[in-house]
């Protein structure tokens, strides 16, 4: 089994940064180098939003809503996936979570964590 553990959630003002760390460890497949790593979070009553990628080979992408404010970043040696978040606003208000694939075997490597919570308000 693969597990998957998100940290550095908690209480900022606007404007404050955050960085949430995503960790996995246990009976990972291959090596945590080919996996593509996403970020999402989702607040109440809303959709749940892709915030950023990064690739094994460590090309990354956002979503307007977020570009120049978040980055994604890994260390593969430690199995862990940082995502940076700046001039944080209201409405980034959400659980966060992380979710790792391989993307050639996505239906068998699609693992999640259980969230961490950011709420950004003064």
């Known amino acids: 089994q693969v597990q998957v553990v998100e940290s550095g959630g908690g209480l900022v003002q606007p404007g404050g940064s955050l960085r949430l760390s995503c960790t996995l460890s246990?009976?990972?497949?291959?090596?945590?180098?080919?996996?593509?790593v996403n970020w999402y979070r989702q607040a109440p009553g809303n959709r749940r939003e892709l915030v950023a990628t990064?690739?094994?080979?460590?090309?990354?992408n956002y979503p307007d809503s977020v570009k120049g404010r978040f980055t994604i970043s890994r260390d593969n040696a430690k199995k862990t996936v940082y995502l940076q978040m700046n001039s944080l606003r209201p409405e980034d208000t959400a659980i966060y979570y992380c979710?790792?694939?391989?993307?050639?075997?996505?239906?068998?490597?699609?693992?999640w964590g259980q969230g961490t919570q950011v709420t950004v308000s003064s």
């Open positions: 990064i690739a094994s080979t460590e090309g990354t």
């Open positions: 246990g009976n990972i497949f291959n090596s945590f180098d080919i996996y593509t």
């Open positions: 979710n790792a694939f391989i993307p050639a075997m996505k239906t068998s490597t699609d693992f």
